[in-house]
């Protein structure tokens, strides 16, 4: 059994469905990429996980059916998610931001704050700065924390890298590679940013308007003629 | 001047606690509620009911007043602002359309005529010369304690700290495990209470009678538009602005008071359509 098992999930939004029929597994400690341009249905993908999106399928962690359970719930469960856009709290302090991260895991709230500090140390020196004045990099920061307060076992992470610096993706690359590696994590990011998403995954799908149309390892869709065209015009 | 000045603070201090309410529910649920000032009508007619007609301690009253505007905060949210799906106009509708019918429930009940509600703390105090009711100054008193309780709250709790993140990002608030439904009915009971027990004070300072609601929602509407979308801070100042104002006109020109506090309103709104506060904080 997988750790996450995705079978079969069509999305929608009223009408119009964005996910069809998207089937693919992750397992428990791997980085799993899903690339896609603009419209894809990435983070629809992400939103049906978190239990935003009405849907129809299954999506199983450890076995457990998290489609019909609400977000509260399924954050309860073990999964964190970075949004694209942060969605972050503007008008409160990276701090409080990072507390209300620990309104399900209260009990951890000391460990994981320590711990979310340690991994981004400019989060504990700007404590009390109101995140609408943050840049990109930092709002990316908080945003991870966030969802790192939740206690999470499996860790969503929307188009990290989005709108931010060269050097500010190294960064977020190296952050998640050491929660990956480090705290045994499982980590599912959705990326337009085809090289790094290559660069950290052992497992990539690749997702266009909604149907997933190929997967396999990085080496493998390096591979591939057609995708290496359509993606890289080589 | 000191006159001014103390009668200011006081009304201010009663003020800041009848507006706070209705900033909660406009900052988490983004609709106003018309029917607000019902509840601190249903606040006031349930203390005189607990506490004067059957004749039980004050405090049993207060607690009274309190609760009916949890049941009827609650009440509005769950019939009413959910299945209307928080659209603002129709739920501004449906909620002024229930303080009509209110007040007419409560003439049926209680007759037309107004209530005196003895005082809820007797006697009378000088301050700094002046000479006040022990009543006010129990009023601005425990409305400020209220607030300071209030803020820390907010601040300090989780609870408080979710009915922030639900006001400033619904859905960041929900991937954090919150349940913004639920933060929305405590929300809507909060404001219940703070609206039932400003309607205890200010009874008990104003008179007591079934068209009541309409002077605290006019004062609870001025604090909003005049101070944003508020936070905690800018609904205690533009309190205190409106609050002033009042006395101030009350003592030189008695006729028009309550007019600059409506002029007030049409003019922040044409000049400053997002209040002297107005950025969406809670």
């Known amino acids: ?234 | 001047m000191i006159q001014i000045l103390i009668q200011g603070l006081l009304l201010s201090g009663l003020y800041a606690l009848i507006a706070i309410g209705f900033t909660l529910i406009f900052s988490v649920g983004r609709v106003l509620n018309l029917a607000y000032g019902v509840n601190l009508m249903l606040g006031g007619y349930a203390y005189f009911w607990v506490s004067q007609t059957l004749g039980m301690p004050k405090l049993v009253g207060v607690a009274a007043g309190a609760g009916i505007g949890i049941l009827f905060g609650i009440a509005i949210h769950r019939l009413i602002v959910k299945p209307l799906k928080s659209d603002p106009v129709p739920v501004e509708i449906a909620t002024l359309i229930l303080a009509v019918v209110m007040q007419a429930g409560v003439v049926l009940i209680f007759g037309d005529a107004s209530k005196i509600l003895l005082p809820i703390v007797e006697g009378n105090w000088r301050v700094a010369g002046v000479s006040v009711t022990a009543n006010r100054l129990a009023a601005a008193l425990i409305s400020w304690v209220i607030l300071i309780g209030l803020y820390f709250f907010i601040r300090k709790t989780h609870v408080g700290r979710a009915i922030s993140a639900v006001s400033m990002d619904v859905k960041g608030a929900a991937l954090s495990g919150i349940n913004p439904d639920r933060i929305n009915t405590i929300t809507w009971g909060l404001s219940g209470a703070l609206g039932g027990l400003a309607g205890v004070f200010f009874a008990s300072v104003t008179q007591l009678y079934a068209g009541m609601w309409v002077a605290p929602l006019i004062i609870a509407v001025a604090v909003v538009i005049v101070g944003g979308i508020g936070s905690i801070w800018g609904t205690l100042i533009v309190a205190h602005i409106i609050g002033f104002m009042e006395v101030i006109t009350a003592s030189f020109m008695p006729e028009i008071r309550g007019v600059v506090t409506m002029l007030l309103i049409i003019g922040v709104l044409v000049m400053m359509p997002k209040g002297l506060f107005g950025r969406g904080e809670l």
């Open chain 1, 1 to 234: 059994m997988a750790f996450l098992e995705i079978d079969n999930l069509s999305a929608f939004y009223g009408r119009a469905q964005s996910l069809h029929d998207v089937s693919f597994d992750v397992a428990q400690g791997e980085i799993v990429a899903v690339i896609g341009t603009n419209g894809a249905g990435k983070s629809t993908l992400m939103d049906s996980i978190i239990g935003m999106v009405k849907n129809t399928g299954a999506i199983r962690l450890e076995g457990a059916d998290l489609v019909g359970r609400g977000s509260a719930e399924i954050v309860r469960m073990g999964v964190g998610y970075a949004p694209e856009r942060a969605h972050l709290f503007p008008f409160m302090a990276i701090e409080d931001n990072l507390l209300v991260g620990g309104y399900t895991a209260r009990d951890d709230i000391g460990r994981n704050l320590a711990h979310v500090h340690e991994l981004f140390p400019v989060l504990k020196e700007r404590a009390t700065q109101e995140t609408s004045t943050l840049s990109g990099g930092e709002r990316q920061m908080v945003s991870v924390g966030r969802a790192l307060m939740t206690s999470p076992r499996l860790l969503l992470v929307d188009e990290p890298t989005i709108g931010l610096s060269p050097k500010v993706c190294t960064e977020i690359a190296a952050t998640l590679r050491r929660l990956n590696q480090e705290d045994g994590l499982t980590i599912l990011i959705t990326e337009q940013n085809i090289n790094f998403a290559m660069s950290l995954a052992t497992h990539v799908h690749v997702l266009e308007t909604g149907h997933l149309r190929v997967s396999g390892t990085p080496e493998e869709l390096m591979a591939d003629d057609e995708l290496n065209k359509a993606y890289f015009g080589t």
